[in-house]
């Protein structure tokens, strides 16, 4: 069997996976999407920077941290009919937040009050509606960069002055949510299919609670009420393999905040007792009709 | 220096290199912290990571 790493660059995370390949005696090139270079007409029989014809893999698993290299090499690897984990679909989804929104809504999945609002004048209403503290997010970026927690007026004249005026057109899309007073913490889950095979609590005295802004990884008890709405979630984006984010709310509810496709986890293993690389993996290795 | 560590191509600090790293795989200088990518093994060639992009994320 053939399978192939769609990569930016080696991480933690590349290493885990391939490491769980090779547990179960495979080897995947390894491909860098600064490398490709894919005449679109020509399908799947045109040689990958590896060298092997893209139809010679049985599967592309996109493990890109480059959103934007990774969603369009899918879009184009799928419609050869190419088998990727995750596929465009999901992968789109899961890259903007607003289409995220839209498909938990169409599958009645608990989530955040949102509101959209194209101008600095709606958006300011949109604040206003969802009451302060609001919160106001680019719809696509990762990393928890560029998130704001709007106290009052000023402060939202402020940042949308900013993003009218500093950012490109992504940010003069006005994602507007209401602040969800968590228990200084939020839940990181982890899908693989149908199940949740892990989950940690991240805590932080920020209210951003990422690990890669230093919130802290402990182990989250994956109850039957937390799979159900994990499960629920990565479904409505296609499914695959996907770290749900969630908060509780006041009344201790789960509300999902955000899916990620091309999830990190080089922290969570250790406090879940889980090898998640390795419950990737057999998954996906599963899934092309090849038994472990 | 003499350990044959290589060298940061940032501030000339010696880079801990690990025993199985990859091409391409990303690591710290220990001095100053820089993200360095391996370009090569042998011999053992750093350059400076790439800048975070907008859309680089989960």
């Keep these: ?292 | 220096m003499s350990s044959g560590s290589p060298l940061c191509p940032e501030c000339e600090g010696e880079v801990d290199i690990p025993s199985d790293a990859m091409e391409n795989e990303l690591v710290s200088c220990p001095e100053c912290g820089t993200e360095l990518e391996i370009m090569n093994l042998d011999p053992m060639e750093l350059e400076l990571a790439p800048e975070v992009e907008e859309d680089w994320g989960e």
Aim: proline residues 3%.
């Design chain 1, 1 to 292: 069997m053939r399978v192939a790493l769609l990569v930016t660059h080696i991480r933690a995370e590349e290493k885990l996976i391939l490491a769980a390949f090779n547990k179960r005696e495979i080897s995947p090139d390894i491909i860098l999407d600064r490398e490709l270079n894919i005449e679109i007409t020509q399908g799947a029989g045109q040689l990958a920077p590896s060298g092997i014809a893209w139809r010679e893999y049985d599967l592309i698993f996109e493990r890109c941290v480059s959103t934007s290299r990774g969603m369009y090499a899918l879009a184009i690897l799928n419609s050869w009919g190419v088998q990727t984990f995750n596929t465009y679909e999901t992968a789109a989804a899961c890259s903007d937040k607003l289409r995220t929104s839209v498909a938990l809504m169409k599958h009645n999945i608990p989530q955040p009050h949102t509101r959209v609002a194209f101008t600095p004048e709606s958006a300011m209403q949109a604040i206003e509606d969802v009451k302060y503290p609001a919160v106001l997010k680019p719809v696509t970026g990762s990393w928890g960069r560029l998130l704001a927690r709007v106290h009052n007026r000023d402060s939202a004249e402020a940042i949308l002055e900013h993003r009218q005026t500093l950012g490109d057109y992504n940010h003069h899309t006005y994602y507007v949510q209401e602040y969800v007073d968590k228990p200084g913490r939020d839940i990181r889950a982890f899908v693989v299919g149908d199940r949740t095979i892990a989950a940690i609590y991240r805590e932080s005295n920020h209210w951003i609670t990422n690990t890669a802004r230093g919130g802290l990884a402990t182990n989250c008890l994956v109850t039957d009420a937390l799979d159900d709405i994990c499960v629920r979630a990565a479904q409505a984006v296609g499914g695959g393999i996907l770290a749900v984010d969630l908060l509780e709310d006041a009344g201790g509810d789960f509300v999902v905040n955000e899916i990620n496709h091309t999830m990190e986890f080089r922290n969570s293993s250790k406090p879940t007792g889980v090898d998640i690389a390795q419950e990737v993996i057999d998954f996906v290795i599963g899934q092309i009709g090849v038994v472990a």
